[in-house]
């Protein structure tokens, strides 16, 4: 194991059939190097045995808040407090009803009031159960109050029916609730001497000296990434538009606002370039003409002409010998065929699309989804953002290599630099 701390979980186990697939999660769980106490409640054990689990887990399985002895040896607020991730999987409909109610009669529920951990579920129930308004309404709330909600996975069920609910498979929950494995542990760092520009964050674009045109980008993708190839090896610069959130250490910045600015600030610094990636969400337009003072609301109707801004991420995809170019492309629908679109039309190598809207995507803390590069395709299942990153860099490190060695972008005459 490499000297970063172990990441300790509380697996809550509930009474479906997909507890039968809880020993396996336990071990992968493991295998990231977490320390995993599980909790069972009454009508998991009907499905999976205590002696299996604390095999596996190599610690005694808790199942009773009002067990003497395990409280002598850890109290359960003592638990609730060691816990850096409680994750309940399976979820049935009926412990995600009570964590919504916020009762709490039995062990797992009471952690869950008592933490101060992040709580993940990954909820498996019949789909028509699934799809039932009283579920749906419970897994709002509980994503309302930030528990994250893993899956359900779409396919056949264990009733013999097919639907969405079933519980996704380990591996996935695993890589949504772990950190990447350190790349210590993995071998050379992948991205080692190689120089990676990320754009990150929204654009702004003035009106007059007081108003701005932006977006809901919060920057969290483009800044995890950043870090992820810090991590990795690579020597970072960050060009990110205006963001809430601290700069990652170890990666040089350059801050800026409008789309205009950000086009200059990357290609003042993209000659060793061996990686780009733009992760920002750059506002498409920018005024015609920026008022030099407050506009006035002196008129029932105003009007703003607006001018269509450079495309950063395609006019680097278009230079001489210039970086790997990755995308990013938010859509709120036909994600496949949007996606290809952008790969091909802007001469990228790779694009990383996902739905957004309805909740997703913009400003959270999880992010889902699928990858797309000329040769081929992988889909990421929901996770918090900083492991998508880990994720992502090590497709994009796996990638680049491939593309040294087979180089399949097409030279596409060059756009003219603007401002
Ligand atoms: O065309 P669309 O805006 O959907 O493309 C999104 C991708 O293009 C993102 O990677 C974004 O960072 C990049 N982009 C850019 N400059 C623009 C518009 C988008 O670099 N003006």
Redesign the pocket.
């Known amino acids: 194991m490499s000297c970063m701390s172990r990441q300790k979980i509380i697996l809550g186990i509930t009474g479906g059939i997909a507890a039968y697939k809880t020993p396996e999660l336990i071990r992968r769980l493991k295998d990231r190097g977490a320390d995993v106490q599980v909790v069972l409640t009454r009508s998991a054990r009907e499905f999976v045995t205590e002696t299996t689990l604390q095999a596996v887990s190599g610690l005694p399985v808790r199942t009773n808040l009002w067990d003497k002895e395990a409280e002598a040896a850890m109290g359960h607020i003592e638990l609730a407090r060691w816990a850096d991730l409680v994750l309940i999987a399976p979820a049935t409909a009926e412990i995600m009803a009570r964590l919504a109610s916020g009762a709490a009669p039995d062990l797992l529920t009471t952690l869950c009031l008592a933490t101060g951990a992040p709580i993940a579920i990954a909820p498996a129930m019949n789909h028509v159960m699934w799809s039932n308004p009283a579920v749906q309404e419970n897994r709002q709330k509980l994503a309302d109050r930030g528990f994250r909600i893993l899956g359900p996975a779409d396919g056949d069920q264990a009733c013999g029916e097919s639907g969405p609910g079933r519980m996704l498979e380990p591996d996935d929950i695993v890589k949504a609730v772990t950190a990447p494995i350190a790349v210590a542990e993995v071998g050379p760092a992948p991205l080692a001497g190689k120089n990676v520009m990320i754009?990150a964050g929204p654009t702004i674009e003035p009106i007059d000296p007081v108003r701005f045109i932006s977006n809901r980008s919060s920057g969290k993708m483009g800044y995890a990434l950043a870090a992820s190839a810090r991590d990795a090896g690579a020597s970072v610069i960050l060009i990110s538009g205006p963001a809430n959130i601290p700069l990652p250490d170890g990666v040089d910045s350059i801050s800026v606002e409008s789309?205009r600015e950000m086009f200059a600030a990357v290609h003042a610094n993209i000659d060793d370039v061996d990686i780009f990636v733009?992760?920002?969400?750059?506002?498409?337009y920018h005024a015609a003409d920026v008022k030099p003072e407050k506009i006035k609301k002196s008129h029932e109707n105003l009007s703003i002409t607006l001018v269509k801004?450079?495309?950063?991420?395609?006019s680097v995809a278009r230079l001489k010998d210039g970086p790997f170019t990755v995308?990013?492309?938010?859509e709120t629908e036909n994600l496949h065929e949007h996606a290809f679109g952008?790969l091909e039309n802007?001469n990228l190598d790779m694009i990383v699309a996902n739905l957004v809207g309805k909740g997703r995507g913009f400003d959270k803390d999880d992010n889902a989804v699928e990858v797309f590069w000329h040769e081929g395709e992988r889909a990421f299942p929901l996770m918090n953002k900083k492991t998508l990153a880990g994720e992502l860099v090590t497709l994009i490190a796996e990638r680049y290599q491939v593309s040294l060695q087979t180089d399949t972008k097409t030279e596409l005459p060059s756009i003219a630099v603007r401002d």
């Open positions: 754009t789309a733009g992760a920002a969400a750059v506002g498409d801004n450079p495309d950063i991420l395609s995308g990013f492309a938010a952008k802007k």
